[in-house]
């Protein structure tokens, strides 16, 4: 789950991570109200969504008056904002966050994420902030410091020193600053089971000190049942509502932009099926995964939700029956093709224990839109002939 | 031969009297697994599927001599029960409870390897030796004995690549679901070493997907030490990136973890790489009758 930047702000700042002051608003009247109540001259407006790239979408706005933060507010406020990450369509724009100016002598970048070879945290930095640190680890790679911390030890001073040597910094003052700020971020990373935090850019300011300009938190969802507080951060409107309802049924669904339904038992399996369609030459309209135990209520509910996508002309079931047999998992999908109107043809492929008692009992059911397959090559070639109107 | 686990591994179950736990321990004695009892704290001295449920694991091992442990215990308590192995001088954990938090298999995993205890999964289908012995969740009739290994991410995957290796007329020695996860436990490089070794195999399915760099690594490690014919498939060939696709580690990173970039080192390394899981028994005809 990730959440919004003045929400991972919230997060540093119960740290005491610096972070520049600001308060979030839902509306322009609130954003000029709370640039009344920071103060100062100079302000900056700053769309909420759940990607990045922002800034250069046109979601980040410097304001120097108070009509500017209204005319500013105004205008991100509602917008469709496309970044890099956001996909084409982009995304509404619902809250912005009203930030103090500040001064900028210097732009860093600093990260704490699972290093998954080393199977434990690593800190990254790097002089290059304000850069997409992708490009950075293409162009310039030396100018990343990378420092494993091992959680069963912690962050020891050594940690620390690499870290500050490691982006040239030769102020003692500062040094401190700096490796206070990533010991911190370093706590923040293990105590809220977080899948990674980036802040970029860190600032370094004017008067050498270090603050969170940007935030952006992701955590484990396996973890969050013991995080009541994140959870409580979750913001619904960023998540795909078909995804969102098909975890509701334990289901794990994603939406692509081909012709094929998808609906298989396992992850692994379900992305072969997707792989193989392409392969004979069909596109895929999604990714489910129905779960080991597929039964006819799953089933149903797999097909309600691909079938809300408009462009779906053939389905393709393909599951693979183990410890639940193929004999029962036929009937459920029988099932489910009488609770739910499937009107594109649907291609079944069970494989595995009883799978011919299975193909018999969708033989016998006899109908005409239900086309059974011997394997997974024979069904997803079927398939990608019923896309296209040949089967 | 095969590895890891025989029809002689006495085998403990953490989590025996739960719902999930009976299931499949049941469904392991009844393929012919030898799980000799169980762990549930709180109801030790009952018995349970008849076999004797024990409070902890240090009691499990001293009263039965187990030495692998298959862990059942739901997602949050998962870390401490694999510690708890590993503190008993249980020798292997297959972990097959999916959705366990990652900072706990971490601590957990750097656990296990300090006290020489090896771990499979989480997040698994487990581990079966055809005709012997079944650690897992997998669909034991599918996996009839031959002289195939295979290590896979995905659990339908590996029942799939089972199921067209016995189509093809060929057999299983033994297969390895090492789960989807960021954090797992034995790996590529260790079980294609296992299976190098094992007389029995001849030769090595390997099915992958997008996400992180193990897939990457067996590359290297088959280019320098494996000399039996691997047979690979990778999956997500076709996932968008940024995407979570079910499994916790399967996710591309950027440019990273592309099924592309696995599938280049692995046909670099002069493995049999098949574009569709639909492909792995012909492969491995193809491989074998060379």
């Given at each position: ?266 992850a692994g399996l379900a992305m072969g099926t997707m ?79 009883n799978a011919p008692e299975a193909a018999d009992i ?30 | ?290």
């Amino acid at each position: 789950m990730n959440i919004h930047e003045y929400q991972a702000k919230q997060v540093f700042a119960e740290y005491g991570v610096p972070t520049p002051r600001g308060i979030i608003a839902e509306s322009v009247e609130q954003a000029v109200e709370n640039a009344k109540e920071l103060g100062g001259n100079i302000w900056v407006v700053k769309a909420q969504i759940h990607a990045g790239g922002r800034g250069l979408g046109g979601g980040v706005k410097l304001a120097k008056s108070l009509d500017e933060v209204k005319t500013l507010a105004d205008e991100i406020l509602g917008m469709t904002l496309v970044t890099h990450q956001t996909g084409p369509e982009g995304k509404l724009v619902q809250k912005v966050y009203i930030e103090e100016g500040a001064d900028i002598k210097d732009e860093l970048y600093l990260s704490v994420v699972l290093d998954r070879a080393a199977e434990m945290p690593i800190i990254m930095a790097s002089t290059e902030g304000g850069m997409d640190i992708e490009t950075v680890a293409e162009k310039t790679p030396e100018k990343i410091v990378k420092i494993p911390v091992d959680p069963a030890f912690g962050f020891q001073a050594y940690h620390g020193r690499a870290l500050v040597f490691g982006l040239g910094i030769t102020d003692k003052a500062e040094q401190k600053k700096m490796i206070n700020f990533a010991k911190k971020l370093y706590d923040v990373y293990m105590d809220k089971d977080a899948e990674m935090i980036e802040i970029n850019p860190l600032i370094k300011t004017g008067s050498g000190d270090f603050i969170a300009l940007d935030g952006k938190m992701g955590f484990d969802d396996s973890a969050l049942g013991r995080h009541p507080d994140i959870e409580a951060m979750r913001d619904i409107s960023e998540e795909d509502p078909d995804e969102r309802e098909a975890s509701q049924y334990g289901l794990s669904y994603i939406a692509l932009d081909g012709e094929i339904g998808c609906m298989v038992n396992g992850a692994g399996l379900a992305m072969g099926t997707m792989d193989t369609i392409n392969y004979m030459g069909g596109t895929p309209a999604n990714f489910l995964d129905v779960g080991g135990t597929a039964n006819a209520e799953t089933v149903a509910k797999g097909f309600e939700i691909i079938l809300k996508n408009p462009n779906v002309k053939a389905i393709f079931v393909n599951i693979f029956g183990g410890i639940v047999r193929c004999d029962r998992i036929a009937n459920g999908i029988l099932e489910a093709t009488k609770l739910v109107d499937v009107n594109v043809p649907v291609i079944v492929r069970l494989d595995g224990t009883n799978a011919p008692e299975a193909a018999d009992i969708l033989k016998n059911a006899n109908i005409d839109n239900v086309i059974a397959a011997t394997d997974l090559g024979d069904g997803a070639s079927k398939a990608v002939a019923a896309a296209k109107g040949e089967l | 031969m095969s590895i890891l686990v025989n029809k002689d591994t006495k085998v403990i179950v953490q989590g025996f009297t739960g719902g999930e736990g009976t299931f499949h321990a049941q469904q392991c004695m009844d393929y012919g697994t030898n799980i000799v009892g169980g762990v549930t704290p709180g109801k030790g001295g009952q018995e349970h599927l008849g076999k004797p449920v024990f409070n902890t694991v240090a009691e499990a091992v001293a009263a039965t001599g187990a030495t692998v442990s298959m862990v059942f215990v739901p997602p949050a308590f998962v870390g401490d029960a694999v510690m708890e192995a590993a503190a008993a001088g249980i020798e292997l954990a297959v972990i097959i409870t999916e959705g366990a938090p990652v900072k706990d298999m971490q601590a957990a995993k750097a656990f296990a390897v300090k006290n020489g205890m090896k771990t499979i999964g989480p997040n698994c289908p487990g581990i079966i030796t055809a005709g012997e012995c079944k650690i897992g969740i997998m669909p034991g009739n599918i996996f009839k004995k031959g002289n195939v290994g295979l290590i896979s991410k995905s659990g339908t995957l590996t029942y799939e690549g089972a199921n067209q290796v016995v189509n093809e007329g060929y057999g299983i020695t033994t297969a390895v679901g090492i789960g989807g996860d960021p954090i797992i436990g034995l790996s590529y490089k260790q079980l294609l070493t296992e299976f190098q070794n094992d007389p029995e195999t001849e030769a090595i399915v390997m099915i992958g997907e997008i996400g992180g760099d193990l897939e990457i690594q067996a590359a290297a490690f088959i280019k320098e030490n494996v000399t039996k014919p691997v047979v690979a498939f990778i999956a997500g060939q076709s996932a968008p990136p940024g995407k979570r696709m079910g499994h916790a580690g399967a996710i591309i990173s950027g440019t990273a973890g592309t099924a592309k970039e696995k599938m280049d080192a692995l046909e670099a390394a002069g493995v049999k790489v098949v574009v569709s899981p639909a492909e792995i028994g012909k492969a491995v005809k193809e491989v074998l009758s060379k």
